[in-house]
């Protein structure tokens, strides 16, 4: 066999044993769900949906996904209504403080996330506009937190728009605004749909932050997941974690389908430069 074809094969044998051990713990997860016993012993005991049925009928899990849907809807809706006008302002102009800008706005990537929820914690406390502890104060944690994604995602998406035809609308008579609304958003279409995904899924998972700001009220599904967990060690959470992996994996499929053209995998092409 020649050296090429041993290289693709032990290339592809070594992409195959990644995937696999990637895979491992939420194929685990996934069996575990279905385990007899309720002390999770490994291998499984048995065949049973009954820790399907403990997390249809547990009243925190349901108000807590409520909770996260609510919010994570809201913060994305408003991080995208953010992080378009800035995006396209780093996209388009160079001009004194971009670079503290961009530091300012990527800050919360390199923060550690419990630094954050206690930072906000304090702030909410000392505020005192009621925003610890309800709706708002989580929403605007969750839009600190997903903005640089939304600003990373939709950067890059400009720079792939031509400002030449952007002109050529304002010089056909267009004012700024219709130009922008009818030339550029239909070309980042795409990475709007894109980045808007990627912060729902980043609001409705988060939980390092905000279990310093929630009150049992506002509790999301996570941090119910986590008061759940500090009691029981049962395999309630596998199933439900279960149910969010094949959520997750619903939404995801939408963006190949939603995305037409090869639109997310010039994205996917311009983050590299």
Known sequence: MPDSALKTWALRLTLIAVVAFMLAPILIVVVNSFNTSPHSAWPPEGFTLDWYRHVLANPQFRAGAVNSLIIGVISTLLVLVLGTPI?????RYRMRGMAALRATLFAPL???????????????????????????????AHAILMLPFVVAILTASFGEVDPIVEEAARDLGATPLTAFRRVVLPQIGGALLVSGIFAFITSFDEVETTIFIVRPAVNTLPVAMYHHLEQYQDPTLAALSTLLIVFTFVIVL???????????????GSGRH
């Open 254 to 268: 939408i963006v190949p389908f939603a995305v037409r053209g090869n639109a997310l995998l010039k994205m996917m």
């Open 87 to 91: 995006a396209y302002a780093l996209a």
């Open 110 to 140: 390199v923060v550690p996330r419990v630094a954050i929820g206690f930072a906000l914690f304090v702030l909410f406390i000392v505020a005192g506009r009621g925003l610890y502890g309800s709706f708002t104060g989580v929403i605007l």
